[in-house]
């Protein structure tokens, strides 16, 4: 089994800055991509930031140029960097990590239970 916490949430006033980081812990062969997603109320859930195993990164067209996302492998550790803070970036960011779990090539598409980050105006 993988499990993923996130630590990092809170409240923030506009314009301000937070750092999300997400531990994926079990059995961990390697893990593929490492992303975060985002559900604000009433919303679908959206994408954030991904970064593939190649270290490429993407973003939702939301947070380009604002947010950052990174990736400490040795540590199975993503992080999400969120500077310019709006109060529309006010959601639940849920980490995503696809993780190679058996030596045979099965993976499995684990989440993280999510972290509130509020930005008030």
């Known amino acids: 089994q993988v499990q993923l916490v996130e630590s990092g949430g809170g409240s923030v006033q506009a314009g301000g800055s937070v750092r999300l980081s997400c531990a994926a812990s079990g059995i961990i062969f390697s893990i593929n991509t490492m992303g975060w997603y985002r559900q604000a109320p009433g919303k679908q859930r959206e994408l954030v930031a991904v970064?593939?195993?190649?270290?490429?990164?993407n973003y939702g067209d939301s947070v380009k140029g604002r947010f950052t996302i990174s990736r400490d492998n040795a540590k199975n550790t993503a992080y999400l960097q969120m500077n310019s803070l709006k109060p529309e970036d006010t959601a639940v960011y849920y980490c995503?990590?696809?993780?190679?779990?058996?030596?045979?090539?099965?993976?499995?598409?684990?989440w993280g239970q999510g972290t509130l980050v509020t930005v008030f105006s």
């Open positions: 995503n990590a696809l993780v190679l779990v058996s030596r045979s090539g099965k993976t499995l598409n684990a």
């Open positions: 970064s593939p195993a190649d270290g490429s990164t």
